[in-house]
Every structure is written in structure tokens, then in C-alpha cells.
């Protein structure tokens, strides 16, 4: 009989992992294939900068972002983050990095949290792995149509 990705999983882990940390609700969410996301943005004022989440971490179901809160955070960071130097133009890009896969993914942390970085590594091994939606490419397009009309303005003001 061929042995499951469950199985290979828990031969790796070492020590296995107890029946307490497998009943726990946060284990049994991710086991089913949800994740934690948040989402982060950036604001900028000349020399300060503030990177934070918007609202506290999410429980996502694999496949199905909260359009919502992932739109929010990309306008508030592409509106308001690049005004702060030198902070806003180093956070901004990494916000905006993390709003491009679909949100920042803190499940490892909660994990870890929960029943300790070995057995956090473990139980995310053996869950499913996130799909990203379709959907996400409107937040990317809002994202990339910034970028893409600042670099045809810099070519035509470099080679003309």
C-alpha cells in the first residue's frame, strides 16, 4: 500500500504529534485547508512611516479572499505609503509584495503559538496547500497599472 502525504508527514515529524494539539480548533481549521491572513498597508508622513495590519488575522478558506479588506489595503498603501522617507519607500514595495500573493500568511505564527515551532512545521506539511483565487488579479492590477504608467512616463522621458 502506498503511504498518503499524512503518513509521510508524520514519519518526518519528530516527536509526533499529540492528540491535544491535533483537536485543537486552530489545528482543525488549518488541517481542513484555511489559513490565516492579514493584510498590511503603509502610511507615510515626510519621516514617519507606520506598516500595520488592517483589523486582526482572518480565518480564510483556501481559494476565497475577503475582497474587501485586500482592495482597502492596496489603495490605502499605494495612495499614502510612498510619502515617507526613507521608511515609505522600503515598507511600501514589502506591503505591496504581501498584498500581491493575497495578504501576509501568519498561520505558521499562530501555530507555533498554539504547539510550538516543530509541531507548527508538521501540521503545515500535512494540510492542503492555499489556492490562490482569480479574483486576486483585480488587486494586482490595481497595483501593477501605477508601476506600468511610471515606467512608460520614464522611458519616454529618458529617450526623447
Excluded at 488549518?30 to 489559513?35: D, I
Excluded at 526613507?86 to 505564527?109: F, N, Y
Aim: aromatic fraction near 10%.
Amino acid at each position: 500500500m502506498k503511504p498518503t502525504q499524512h503518513d509521510r508527514a508524520s514519519n518526518d515529524c519528530k516527536p509526533p504529534l499529540a492528540a491535544a494539539v491535533l483537536v485543537h480548533p486552530v489545528v482543525a481549521e488549518v488541517l481542513a485547508g484555511k489559513r490565516y491572513v492579514t493584510y498590511p498597508y503603509v502610511v507615510s508622513m515626510l519621516v514617519l512611516t507606520f506598516r500595520r495590519s488592517l483589523g486582526d488575522a482572518r480565518l480564510v478558506a483556501t481559494g476565497r479572499w475577503p475582497m474587501g479588506p485586500l482592495f482597502a489595503a492596496t489603495i490605502l498603501t499605494m495612495t499614502f505609503g510612498w510619502w515617507g522617507f526613507p521608511g515609505g519607500l522600503v515598507k511600501t514595495p514589502l506591503a505591496l509584495l504581501d498584498l500581491w500573493k493575497g495578504g501576509h500568511d501568519c498561520t505558521r505564527e499562530m501555530l507555533s503559538v498554539i504547539a510550538g515551532a516543530p509541531d507548527a512545521k508538521c501540521i503545515l506539511s500535512i494540510s492542503p496547500q492555499p489556492k490562490t483565487p482569480t479574483t486576486i488579479w483585480l488587486v494586482r492590477s490595481v497595483i501593477l497599472m501605477p508601476l506600468l504608467g511610471l515606467g512608460l512616463w520614464l522611458f519616454g522621458a529618458i529617450f526623447s
